[in-house]
């Protein structure tokens, strides 16, 4: 339990804080997510740092127990597939671009992280 708490943490923290600079400073991550389409090698570096990232997760949390933990095995999954599919198909990440900013986005991130910080910071007490 004390593993899904604190990736739970780290989870929170991070959608949050984009969530609210995709709100605050929208022009600025627009301008960093053209450019990032633009640049391969970091593609390539994001991809990897994924694949390594997903099974450091699963290893260490790769339970199903039927309550909020296994949103974490799930999206633990989930990490080790985009960055597998960032090495192999880099090119599909273009057809994002598209979705990047928008409303929906925004609020789906928010929504994330509140979620994940409810059971990273406030399950715990």
Known sequence: ???SILISKIF????LALGIGLLVSKDYYKNMF???FDNSPVIYLVGFILVVLGWVMIYNHNTFNNDWTDIITVMSWLV???GILLL???TYIYSFKPLLGSK????LVLITGL???NFGF????
């Open 1 to 3: 339990m004390e593993v």
């Open 12 to 15: 929170g923290t991070i959608y």
């Open 34 to 36: 053209d450019k990032l």
């Open 80 to 82: 080790l597939l985009k």
């Open 88 to 90: 192999i198909f880099p």
């Open 104 to 107: 929906f986005i925004i609020v």
């Open 115 to 117: 979620i994940f910080a």
């Open 122 to 125: 406030l399950m715990e007490i």
